[in-house]
C-alpha cells in the first residue's frame, strides 16, 4: 500500500487549501482512510476520516464545519478541503489508511491506522 498525500502550502488566516491522499494497494470496498496533523511540538492528532464501505465521515471537533472530507472512488483518491483556515491549523498533515472497515469510536485513534503517507506541510499566517 502507498499514499502519496499532496497539496499544503503557506496561506493566510481565512484561506482555504485542499490536500490530496493518492492511494494504491487498498482494498477500497473495505478501507478507512483518515487525515491528521502534527504541529510543532504537539503531538500528532485526528482531523477526519471517511469509511468506504458506508461513506461515513468524522471529524474532530477542531476542525468540524470547515474541513470536509471527500473521496474520488475512480481516481483512488481521498482529499481534505480546509476553509477558513487559522494559524493554529499550521501543521504537518498525514493522510493514514487501513485495509479494514473502523468502526465510529475508533476513527480517530491512529493505532487503527496501518499505512501512512509521508505528510505535507500547511502554514498558516496570521
Known amino acids: 500500500v502507498q499514499l502519496q498525500a499532496s497539496g499544503g502550502g503557506l496561506v493566510q488566516a481565512g484561506g482555504s487549501l485542499r490536500l490530496s491522499c493518492a492511494a494504491s494497494?487498498?482494498?477500497?470496498?473495505?478501507?478507512?482512510m483518515g487525515w491528521f496533523r502534527q504541529a510543532p511540538g504537539k503531538e500528532r492528532e485526528f482531523v477526519a476520516a471517511?469509511?468506504?464501505?458506508?461513506?461515513?465521515?468524522f471529524y474532530s471537533d477542531s476542525v468540524k464545519g470547515r474541513f470536509t472530507i471527500s473521496r474520488d472512488n475512480a481516481k483512488n483518491t481521498v482529499y481534505l478541503q480546509m476553509n477558513s483556515l487559522k494559524p493554529e491549523d499550521t501543521a504537518i498533515y498525514y493522510c493514514?489508511?487501513?485495509?479494514?472497515?473502523?468502526?465510529?469510536?475508533?476513527?480517530?485513534?491512529?493505532?487503527?491506522?496501518?499505512?501512512w503517507g509521508q505528510g505535507t506541510l500547511v502554514t498558516v499566517s496570521s
Open positions: 493514514a489508511a487501513r485495509n479494514r472497515r473502523v468502526i465510529n469510536s475508533a476513527m480517530g485513534d491512529m493505532a487503527m491506522y496501518d499505512y
Open positions: 494497494g487498498l482494498s477500497f470496498s473495505s478501507a478507512t
Open positions: 471517511v469509511r468506504w464501505s458506508d461513506r461515513s465521515k
